[in-house]
């Protein structure tokens, strides 16, 4: 199909990507991308600005999100799609969020004190920049911060020993179950994506979600080998379910992945895009 690819999941300085909304679109275009969603982790403030300079910058857009969720005591990232961003349950579910990310990473610095490694809210706020109202802010900027202070040398050293699930400096927060998102996702007029499927240990909650009322799961991913490809895709296929793919670029944090590194055709792309344009644009 005459070369057409469009990156589905990324992240902007909006959440812990560090590519400001500009960047990642001229970045876009600089890797001949036709088609981008921004995906940041619980806001899309990205697209107060995003479609405009998309536009400048001959880019197609659609809006995107990603997700925290919990099912069965796993946590589970779901990626919604060409919704209204302005819509009062995506606005609503977001400032849900911004609280239980707040008290989360609070508790998280309680943790990190007790192990003798304080980090006051000043010191991360340093790390997450301005206007921090509009951002989520998470275990990688906590992680960036044990850095600065010189707990760790690196974010995958910081997530390894004390961040990540059942470490001693792990905290889960407020639970937002993946149910009630896809719910929320719905009455926006969006699509609901399960995100990087391979991540999901337990197999209980595989199945669990797979009986959802989703309408995609992302298929292709910056990291996947080709037979994994070939087992969600097949799944896609069965379920009449979008198999949507992106590579998850969060910029100079994560220099493995590249923007563009997955993508989805234009077949998939104008699936989204004529969704939005007949659902999400009133
Ligand atoms: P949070 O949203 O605060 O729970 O942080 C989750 C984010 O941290 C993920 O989306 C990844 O970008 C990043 N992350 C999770 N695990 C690791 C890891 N082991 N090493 C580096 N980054 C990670
Ligand atoms: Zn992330
Ligand atoms: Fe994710
Ligand atoms: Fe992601």
Not at 25 to 40: E, M, R, Y
Not at 82 to 88: D, G, K, L, R
Not at 174 to 197: D, M, Q
Request: glycine residues 6%; aromatic residues 8%.
């Amino acid at each position: 199909m005459n070369g057409f690819r469009a990156d589905l999941h990324c992240h902007s300085t909006y959440s812990d990507g560090t590519f400001t909304p500009d960047q990642l679109i001229q970045h876009a275009v600089n890797k001949g991308l036709q088609g981008l969603s921004i995906t940041d982790h619980d806001t899309v403030e990205a697209y107060k600005t995003a479609f405009s300079l998309s536009q400048k910058a001959g880019l197609q857009l659609i809006p995107g999100v990603e997700f925290s969720t919990t099912h069965n005591d796993d946590s589970i990232h779901l990626l919604a799609y060409a919704f209204v961003p302005t819509h009062p349950s995506i606005v609503g579910l977001c400032a849900q969020h911004a609280v239980r990310r707040n008290e989360r990473n609070e508790e998280i610095l309680e943790n990190l004190a007790m192990l003798h490694m304080p980090i006051s809210k000043k010191e991360l706020f340093c790390i997450a920049g301005e206007n921090l109202e509009e951002r989520s802010v998470g275990r990688p900027h906590i992680a960036l911060a044990m850095i600065k202070k010189g707990y760790v040398s690196s974010i995958q050293e910081a997530f390894k020993k004390y961040l990540g699930e059942g470490r001693p400096a792990y905290a889960k927060g407020r639970i937002i179950s993946s149910r009630e998102t896809i719910e929320i996702i719905h009455e926006a007029k969006g699509l609901a994506v399960i995100a990087h499927p391979h991540l999901i240990e337990n197999q209980k909650t595989l199945k669990d979600l797979l009986q959802m009322s989703f309408d995609g799961i992302e298929c292709y991913y910056a990291n996947f080998q080709i037979d994994t490809n070939a087992r969600w895709i097949k799944l896609a296929k069965k379920k009449n379910w979008l198999a949507t793919g992106g590579s998850d670029f969060h910029g100079t944090v994560k220099p493995a992945i590249e923007l563009g590194a997955s993508w989805v055709n234009q077949e998939i792309f104008h699936i989204l895009s004529n969704h939005y344009r007949t659902h999400a644009i009133l």
